[in-house]
């Protein structure tokens, strides 16, 4: 899959995961996972759930910490293993939260270079349509991500949130 191409229906691994490349700006990964847009929601806003899924597994490793504060003006911080005994953090600012509708959160990690992340929340059914937008500085910073396999990444993630929705009794497990 390549996203700097333009559109794919699927992932290679058979997820009902979509990627699209709206512009050369703009990336948008759109998933349905099998559970109530309220667990869902939750698994974007809660520390103990957010952890069980965020990080994809072929990493090999998990987060060091998670800081979430999810609400206008606050802020989160996702710190992960990095090299032989250092870490990495990821960090940003919330922007807009809507409950179980919507989040909107900033990349600081990277200055200026880090993208704007827009994630909605659709239910239909007892399922809900994730759909997660970046909007990135410049084509040269969303072709960085691309290049470095982070589309990948939140395609696993999405599958592990599917599966936390299972032991959570929010969903089937199936795709």
């Known amino acids: 899959m390549d996203p700097r191409s333009g559109p794919e229906q699927s992932h290679p691994l058979g997820t009902s995961a979509t990627v699209e490349r709206r512009s050369d700006r703009e990336l948008v990964v759109k998933r349905t996972i099998n559970g109530p847009v309220r667990l869902v929601f939750e698994?974007?806003?809660?520390?103990?759930?957010?952890?069980?899924?965020?990080?994809?597994?072929?990493?090999?490793f998990s987060l060091v910490s998670c800081e979430l504060d999810v609400r206008v003006g606050g802020g989160y911080r996702l710190v992960f293993p990095f090299g032989e005994s250092g870490t990495t953090a990821f960090f940003g600012r919330y922007l807009e939260v809507v409950p179980n509708a919507k989040i909107v959160w900033t990349n600081d990690e990277g200055g200026e270079g880090g993208p704007v992340t827009t994630v909605t929340f659709e239910e239909d059914g007892g399922?809900?349509?994730?759909?997660?937008?970046?909007?990135?500085?410049?084509?040269?910073?969303?072709?960085?991500?691309?290049?470095?396999?982070?589309?990948?990444?939140?395609?696993?993630?999405?599958?592990?949130?599917d599966e936390l929705m299972a032991t959570l009794g929010g969903g089937s497990g199936r795709s």
Request: with cysteine; hydrophobic share 40%; charged share 25%.
């Open 43 to 60: 698994a974007f806003t809660k520390v103990e759930l957010f952890q069980r899924w965020w990080v994809p597994k072929s990493c090999g």
């Open 127 to 161: 399922r809900t349509r994730v759909t997660f937008h970046d909007l990135y500085p410049s084509k040269e910073a969303l072709d960085a991500a691309v290049d470095s396999g982070s589309t990948s990444g939140l395609i696993e993630s999405f599958g592990q949130l």
